[in-house]
């Protein structure tokens, strides 16, 4: 099913039109197609886009430059730190024309290398990117790692895909490990008294923060 989306076109741009679109709750967008060279700026109702994205729907039906379009979802962008929808790119579709797209990884079961062996599991990876037809794209893919073993890894050629769905992401990709846990010494830092931990001509330690 297709959820239907209400967009407006952006008239001005640059950095000081994209941060008073955000003032008044406007997220700004791009559209683009695999069979056009011609892009579309947009802004959309933030909570229109929140109700979108909580729908669960993977297909969206818009109006845009006058044409009603079937689009995807390629691209968000969210802030580092509040996590606030920044800027989305919509993906004109074919129905009859696959399509590429992150899916989220979801590791299933306890390894036994954590309930026997007291590892922990790893999953360095959170999606993996696949080739399907728009109305066949998964919800979810899945992975049982009930038989990982401590200090063994599963890669993503071992996920299981759901017919006509063409995995992108490299089959060596590792999803999931289960590594020693780190005992109480390894948490200890070994410096010795004498070592000098000052900086050499007056270095000063790099700001964490984004400048």
Known sequence: TEYKLE?????????????NYRKVG????????????KSISFCIEKKELQKATKSGSKLYQVSVDGKLRTVLFKDVQYHPVSDEMLHIDLYGVKMDEKVQIKVSLSLIGTPIGVSQDGGNLTQP????????????IPDILELDVSDLELGN??????VILPENVDLITQEDVVVA????AMSDEDLITAIDDDDDMTFEDGEEPEDSEDS
């Open 7 to 19: 967009v407006s076109l952006r008239k001005e741009f640059g950095k000081k039109a994209t941060k």
């Open 26 to 37: 406007l997220i700004p967008g791009v559209y683009y197609s695999s069979d056009s060279n």
């Open 125 to 136: 990876i959170m999606e993996l990117e696949i080739s399907s037809l728009p109305s066949e």
């Open 153 to 158: 890894s599963l890669h993503a050629g071992k």
């Open 177 to 180: 490990s289960v590594i020693h």
